[in-house]
T-cell receptor, first 112, second 114 residues
Framework: AQKVTQAQTEISVVEKEDVTLDCVYE???????LFWYKQPPSGELVFLIR??????QNEISGRYSWNFQKSTSSFNFTITASQVVDSAVYFC?????????FGKGTRLHILP | DVKVTQSSRYLVKRTGEKVFLECVQD?????MFWYRQDPGLGLRLIYF???????EKGDIPEGYSVSREKKERFSLILESASTNQTSMYLC?????????????FGPGTRLLVL
């Protein structure tokens, strides 16, 4: 069965610290996609990244970076030099046919 | 720019009322989805639709129905609202694919059933 585990329910860090959000997944598919979404207090889920299972290159976008390791079935997300605006719930997700299954999310608090 | 809108941000209804939650997307996407989000449970799929007049049950369809008469509009219906349906409801859309397309979400509707 497909599954996404975000073991960190809630994390608090002080502004400017780096923080890594963990994501571990289970799937029997050979081709799959992984996603990260951000949900700020306003409620709307904002798409951050989509990754194909054949592409294990790490991705960097500004202060955000993602580390995809098939060997450990992990797709971790790091925010460098965190800012208060990064405070949100972050969801990792895995494709399942035409659908997506989500982890339970990690609530991130960036303290000023 | 992708756009998914939901008819209400906040809604208060009484037990037993019929409730309609509307979702509209302007991206000409074939696929549309309804989720509910509850603390500690993450997002759970209620229903989805691959095309007009088509619907498929998700993981928790009980107590809900849906309607898709036009490609851009996907409605979630609570035939007789109950207090355990108090939740955040999120609509999403995506283009068709063999699997793994990005879903784009609306702002959500926070429903309180009294």
């Amino acid at each position: 069965a497909q599954k996404v585990t975000q073991a960190q329910t809630e994390i608090s860090v002080v502004e400017k610290e780096d923080v890594t959000l963990d994501c571990v997944y289970e799937t029997r598919d050979t081709t799959y996609y992984l996603f990260w979404y951000k949900q700020p207090p306003s409620g709307e889920l904002v798409f951050l990244i989509r990754r194909n299972s054949f592409d294990e290159q790490n991705e960097i976008s500004g202060r955000y970076s993602w580390n995809f390791q098939k060997s450990t079935s992990s797709f971790n997300f790091t925010i460098t030099a965190s800012q208060v605006v990064d405070s949100a719930v972050y969801f990792c997700a895995l494709s399942r046919d035409d659908k997506i299954i989500f982890g339970k999310g990690t609530r991130l608090h960036i303290l000023p | 720019d992708v756009k998914v809108t939901q008819s209400s941000r906040y809604l208060v209804k009484r037990t037993g009322e019929k409730v309609f939650l509307e979702c509209v997307q302007d991206m000409d996407h074939e696929n549309m989805f309804w989720y509910r989000q509850d603390p500690g449970l993450g997002l759970r799929l209620i229903y989805f639709s691959y095309d007009v007049k088509m619907k498929e049950k998700g993981d928790i369809p009980e107590g809900y129905s849906v309607s898709r008469e036009k490609k851009e509009r996907f409605s979630l219906i609570l035939e007789s609202a109950s207090t355990n349906q108090t939740s955040m409801y999120l609509c999403a859309s995506s283009p068709p694919s063999q699997g793994g397309e990005t879903q784009y979400f609306g702002p959500g509707t926070r429903l309180l059933v009294l």
